[in-house]
């Protein structure tokens, strides 16, 4: 059965725009509830440590550096069919393939500077979530 928990973050070029509270808006009208959230400026080793399953495409330095450019906001969302629902409220990785009022299509520049990350199965949500917040940060 599908989880109700998934991973999001809203990454440094929506962060540092000032866009965090329309996608949080955003994504409380698609049904979410945040149950952790906190902001950080993740260090290189974070970055690196959170995109590992990545370390041997050809983007991972420019999304290491990306990431670690400004503040970020990691938060744990909760509803039904969380992972699935969450991937197509925020739309495809690059935003020209987006659909119409998702949040990348409304809110990201280009593949690499693109907003949002959303958690891909309920297994990676479980260890995105265990990354950014112990059990006790969450409700
Ligand atoms: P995210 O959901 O955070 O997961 C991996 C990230 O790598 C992705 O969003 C993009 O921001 C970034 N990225 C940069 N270039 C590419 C690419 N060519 N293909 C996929 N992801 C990319």
Redesign the pocket.
């Known amino acids: 059965m599908a989880g109700t928990r998934t991973l999001t ?1 809203i ?1 440094p070029d929506a962060f540092g725009a000032g866009k965090t509270g329309q996608i949080i808006a955003h994504l409380e009208q698609a049904g979410f509830r945040i149950r952790a959230a906190r902001v950080l400026h993740l260090t290189h080793a974070q970055a690196e440590a959170f ?1 590992a399953v ?1 370390r041997q ?3 991972f330095a ?2 290491t550096t990306f990431m670690t450019s400004g503040p970020c906001m990691p938060m744990i969302l909760e509803r039904a069919d969380a992972v699935s629902t969450l991937r197509t409220t925020i739309g495809a ?1 690059d935003p020209a393939e987006a659909a119409a009022n998702t949040v990348r299509k409304l809110y990201a520049e280009s ?2 500077r ?1 907003a949002i ?2 958690s891909d199965s309920d297994e990676n949500a479980e260890r995105e979530a265990g990354f950014f917040f112990a059990e006790a940060d969450r409700i």
Do not use: D, S
């Open positions: 973050i990454k995109y990545h495409r050809p983007f420019p999304l990785t593949k690499e693109n990350h959303a």
